[in-house]
């Protein structure tokens, strides 16, 4: 598709387990962003790769969050010994570079319970 | 510390009139503000920017206003559609960065 995939489009796990959410960026755009929407919140930023550099993970709330990118495509968060205020909803965005409008994909509704 | 702010949390207006979506931002640094508009169980999606070197831009019945020296922009909608209604979300950053800081969003709802 032409767009920013997410899938899945909802996750119901238990406490505890890990989750693995995946991102395919729209082709060609070089850099890609994790946000994450809780409850009644805006979007929290969570990190970002840019090509081959260092992604900036300044966002991410704990150690059991991390991220990867591989290829400089397809992008997997993964949330270890997931916690109740994990819950979420988790968006993936892309862009062609830095300062130019980013497009979201249509995120991952996470629920811990 | 918010550096996006938008005070209102919900605004209903009724259709055919304008509607106007109010953000403040307090870090001067910032040079280039988006407004996205996100539908229930949808990503956010662009609507439009202004670059810090100009205090409006317009697309079609959308309008940005950026007020530098009050650190203020506004998104006007105009006339508003029962199709507008939506969480609008503004959004900053600053040239050679890429790290957007949101606000928390306005609902917007629009009365047929």
């Known amino acids: 598709g032409a767009g920013v995939s997410q899938s899945p489009s909802n996750k119901v796990t238990e406490k505890g387990k890990d989750v693995e959410l995946r991102c395919d960026p729209i082709s060609g755009h070089t850099a890609l962003y994790w946000y994450r929407q809780s409850l009644g919140q805006g979007l929290e930023f969570l990190i970002y790769?840019?090509?081959?550099?260092?992604?900036?993970k300044s966002g991410l709330p704990s150690d059991r969050f991390s991220a990867e990118r591989t290829g400089g495509s397809v992008s997997t968060l993964t949330i270890q010994r997931t916690q109740q205020e994990d819950s979420a909803v988790y968006l993936c965005?892309?862009?062609?570079?830095?300062?130019?409008?980013?497009?979201f994909g249509q995120g991952t509704r996470l629920t811990v319970v | 510390d918010q550096q996006v702010k938008q005070n209102s949390p919900s605004l209903s207006v009724q259709e055919g009139r304008i509607s106007i979506l109010n953000c403040d931002y307090t870090n001067s640094m910032f040079d280039y503000f988006l407004w996205y508009k996100k539908y229930p169980a949808e990503g956010p999606t662009f609507l439009i920017s202004?670059?810090?070197?100009?205090d409006k831009n317009e697309d079609g019945r959308f309008t940005v206003f950026l007020n530098k020296s009050a650190k203020h922009l506004s998104l006007h909608i105009v006339p508003s559609q029962p199709g507008d209604s939506a969480v609008y979300f503004c959004?900053?950053?600053?040239?050679?960065?890429?790290?957007?800081?949101f606000g928390t969003g306005t609902r917007l709802k629009v009365l047929a």
């Open positions: 965005a892309s862009s062609l570079g830095d300062s130019t409008e980013a497009f």
């Open positions: 202004i670059s810090s070197i100009k």
């Open positions: 790769f840019q090509g081959n550099s260092a992604p900036d």
């Open positions: 959004a900053a950053t600053f040239s050679g960065t890429y790290k957007y800081i």
